[in-house]
C-alpha cells in the first residue's frame, strides 16, 4: 500500500475514531440530561398531584377519578396510589410508544429510564397514602433521536471540510514528496537532476540531501571529464596548435574511407611550409611558433562548419585537411593559398620560398597508402614550382546524381517503392555474446540497381528534409527483424530527423503499436546530431524511454568535453568512434583516455561499446579498458 493511501487511511480512520467518539458522547451526555429531566418532571408532577389529592375529599371514587383524569392526558405511562402499608390501591398503567419516527434499533441501543416521582397524599394530619408517577419517554426518544440526527449531520459536514483540508494537506506534503521520488527515479535512469527544497522541515532536509549529493556527483563527474578531455588533447592534438596529431588524423582518414556511414567521396588537402627551419632561425622560435598557429587557426576555421572534417598538424611543416563530403577542394586550396600570402605580407615568411598546397579527391574504400601517395605526388609537383604553388591529383569520377533535384526524384522513388533495407554487423560482448545487430540502412537507385550505403544518400536526404521519412522506414524494418525472432536491432536516427516534434511523435506511435517489441530495438543518434541539437535529443529521450526502447549515441567521443550534459538524459549506451580504437593496442596515450572514459560512462550506468575494431590485438585489449562490447570487422559473426 502506497505512503499516501495509509496516509489517506489515517486520516479517514481518525477522523471517523474522533467523530464517532463525539456523537457517542455527546448522545450518552444527551440521553443523561433527558433521563434527569424526566426524573425531575416526575417528582414535580407527583407533589403537584399529591397537593391536588391532599385537598380532595378520601372517597374512593373521588380519587380514582382524580387519577383517572390525570393519566388520561397522555403523558405518563403509570400512576399509582398505594397506602401506608404498602398496598396498591389505584393504579394506571399504559404501553410505551414512542412513535414511528424513531427506530426500534435506536431504542434497544439507547434505553431512557424514567426514574418514577414520588410525593406523600395526606388527609388531615394522618398520611393517606404515596403516589408514584412516571412520565411517558416517547417524547424524550424523540428528542434524542432528533438530536442524534442533528449531530451526525454536522459531523458530515465537519467530516467533507477535514477531507477538503486533508486533501490540501496532503498535497502540499505530496508535491515536494513526489519530486524528491521523481529525482530518485531520474537517478536510477542515470539522469542526475535537482529539485526545489520544499518548506516542510523534513521534507528540506530530504531534497537537499538528495540534491547534495547530485551536486557531488556531477561535480565528480565534471573533474574527472577535466581531466580525461586534458588526456585526450595530450594522446591526439598538437600542443602549439590544437589541431588533430598525425596518429590521430591518420585515424580519422582511415574511419573516412572505411565506415560505413561514412560519405561516399571527399578531398584531402595537404599545406607544406617550404623554410620553416629557415623562419626559425631568421625570426626565432616564437615567431614561427606564431606562423604555425596562424596556420593552424585557418584550418579550424575551415572544419568549423563541416563536424565531419578534419585538420591536422602532420609534422614541423604539414597541415593535413580531410572534408568528407567535399567534391571540389579548390576553394579550401585557395582560402590556405591567400592566408600564406597574408603571412608573406606581414613579413612572417620569406616572399622566396613560401608554401605549397595539394590536393586530391577520393572514393569510399579507397586505400589510405594510395590516396596519401596521390597527394604527396601533387605536393612533389607544387614544390617544383617557385613561390606559391597549388597542384591538384586526378579526380575521382562520380557516377551519382549531382543535383538536388535528381538526388530529390531518386530518393522519393526509393521511399515509395520500398527500396530500403537493413543490413546487420554483430556487436558482441567480451564474452563473445550478441549484445544487438547493428542495422544501417541500405537504399536502392532503380529496380535491380545498385544499393547504396548510408553515407552516400543520408547527407543529401538531410538537405533535403528528407532524412525523417528514411529514419521511420529504418524503424518499421528494425520492428519486423525484431518481430521475426531478431534478438535485438540497432538502428540509426539522424540529428535533423530527431529535432522534429512531427518525427518524434510518427516515431513514437509507431514503436507503441508493437511495444511488446520496444525493449529489443537500440535507437542511437550520432554524437554530432546529439549535441547539435541537444534539447530536441532530450526531448526525443523522454518521449522514448517509457516504450521500454534502449537509447545511445554512435561516433562518440570528439566531443568528449560535453558528456556532462548527458547526465539528465538517461542514456542506456554509448559507442566510441573508430578513430580512437584504431592501433589502440599500442598507443599509451589514447589508452589512459579510453580507460577514463568507459570508467566515467560506467560510474552513470552507461554501456560502453567499441565501434570500428579492425585487428584482433584491438579487439583482445578492449576489455583491460574498460569496454562492455564491439563492433567492426575484426568481431567475428556468429549465427544467430
Given amino acids: 500500500m502506497s505512503l499516501f493511501r495509509q496516509l489517506w487511511l489515517a486520516v479517514i480512520a481518525s477522523a471517523v475514531i474522533a467523530f464517532t467518539g463525539s456523537l457517542v458522547v455527546s448522545t450518552l451526555t444527551a440521553r443523561h440530561y433527558l433521563e434527569r429531566q424526566l426524573a425531575i418532571k416526575n417528582n414535580d408532577n407527583a407533589a403537584t398531584l399529591a397537593l391536588a389529592m391532599s385537598q380532595l375529599d378520601k372517597d374512593p371514587v373521588t380519587i380514582e377519578l382524580q387519577i383517572a383524569a390525570v393519566f388520561d392526558s397522555g403523558q405518563y405511562a403509570l400512576v399509582r396510589l398505594i397506602d401506608p402499608d404498602g398496598k396498591t390501591m389505584i393504579e394506571k398503567t399504559g404501553q410505551q410508544n414512542v412513535g414511528r419516527n424513531v427506530p426500534e434499533w435506536f431504542i434497544s441501543l439507547l434505553p431512557i429510564e424514567s426514574k418514577p416521582g414520588q410525593a406523600q397524599v395526606s388527609s388531615g394530619w394522618n398520611q393517606f397514602g404515596t403516589i408514584e408517577l412516571v412520565s411517558h419517554s416517547r417524547f424524550a426518544y424523540a428528542e434524542l433521536w432528533w438530536g442524534a440526527l442533528q449531530l451526525l449531520g454536522w459531523f458530515a459536514v465537519g467530516g467533507v471540510l477535514v477531507g477538503l483540508l486533508g486533501m490540501q494537506f496532503l498535497g502540499r506534503i505530496r508535491r515536494p514528496l513526489d519530486a524528491v521520488v521523481g529525482q530518485a527515479k531520474a537517478i536510477s535512469e542515470r539522469r542526475f537532476t535537482t529539485i526545489a527544497e520544499p518548506s516542510t522541515p523534513e521534507l528540506q532536509s530530504l531534497a537537499r540531501a538528495m540534491n547534495a549529493m547530485v551536486g557531488r556527483l556531477k561535480a565528480m563527474f565534471a573533474e574527472e571529464t577535466t581531466r580525461l578531455e586534458q588526456l585526450r588533447r595530450e594522446a591526439n592534438l598538437d600542443s602549439l596548435t590544437g589541431l588533430a596529431n598525425r596518429d590521430f588524423f591518420m ?321 542506456d549506451y554509448i559507442k566510441v568512434d573508430g578513430s580512437f580504437i584504431r592501433a589502440i593496442d599500442s598507443q599509451t596515450g589514447n589508452q589512459a583516455f579510453i580507460k577514463g572514459l568507459c570508467s566515467i560512462a560506467h560510474n552513470i550506468g552507461l554501456t560502453v561499446i567499441a565501434e570500428g575494431v579492425q585487428t584482433a590485438a584491438e579487439l583482445a585489449i578492449l576489455p583491460e579498458l574498460g569496454f562492455d562490447g564491439a563492433t567492426g570487422p575484426a568481431v567475428p559473426r556468429k549465427e544467430q
Wanted: net charge negative.
Fill in 251 to 571: 585515424n580519422q582518414l582511415a574511419a573516412a574511407l572505411s565506415d560505413d556511414d561514412a560519405p561516399p567521396a571527399g578531398a584531402l588537402v595537404l599545406l607544406r611550409l617550404a623554410d620553416l627551419a629557415g623562419i626559425n632561425k631568421r625570426a626565432g622560435r616564437e615567431m614561427a611558433d606564431e606562423v604555425l598557429r596562424r596556420i593552424g587557426s585557418t584550418l579550424s576555421g575551415l572544419i568549423e562548419e563541416r563536424p565531419n572534417a578534419a585538420a591536422a598538424r602532420l609534422n614541423g611543416a604539414d597541415f593535413a585537411l580531410l572534408l568528407p563530403g567535399v567534391q571540389n577542394p579548390a576553394p579550401y586550396a585557395e582560402i590556405l593559398l591567400h592566408a600564406l600570402n597574408d603571412l608573406v605580407a606581414a613579413g612572417q615568411i620569406d616572399s622566396e620560398r613560401i608554401g605549397y598546397v595539394a590536393s586530391s579527391s577520393y572514393l569510399h574504400k579507397q586505400e589510405v597508402g594510395k590516396l596519401m601517395a596521390s597527394v604527396d605526388a601533387a605536393l612533389a609537383s607544387a614544390e617544383a614550382e617557385s613561390g606559391l604553388a597549388w597542384c591538384r591529383a586526378d579526380s575521382y569520377d562520380d557516377q551519382h546524381p549531382t543535383s538536388n533535384a535528381d538526388w530529390k526524384n531518386l530518393l522519393d522513388g526509393a521511399i515509395r517503392a520500398q527500396r530500403l533495407r537493413l543490413i546487420d554487423f554483430p556487436v558482441t560482448g567480451n564474452a563473445g555474446q550478441l549484445l544487438h545487430l547493428e542495422c544501417p540502412l541500405r537504399l536502392q537507385t532503380t529496380e535491380g540497381g545498385e544499393w547504396l550505403a548510408a553515407g552516400s544518400f543520408m547527407p543529401m536526404a538531410a538537405r533535403l528534409a528528407m532524412t525523417t521519412e528514411l529514419d521511420l522506414a529504418a524503424s518499421r524494418l528494425a520492428l519486423e527483424r525484431v518481430a521475426a525472432g531478431a534478438p535485438a536491432v540497432a538502428v540509426n536516427l539522424s540529428g535533423e530527423s530527431i529535432r522534429d516534434a512531427s518525427f518524434r511523435s510518427r516515431l513514437f506511435a509507431q514503436i507503441a503499436a508493437r511495444k511488446d517489441l520496444a525493449p529489443r530495438l537500440w535507437l542511437e543518434v550520432s554524437e554530432i546530431g546529439v549535441f547539435k541539437h541537444f534539447d530536441e535529443f532530450h526531448a526525443f529521450c523522454d518521449a522514448m524511454r517509457p516504450l521500454g526502447c534502449r537509447l545511445g549515441i554512435e561516433h562518440f567521443g570528439r566531443q568528449f568535453s560535453e558528456i556532462g550534459r548527458l547526465h539528465g538524459v538517461g542514456l
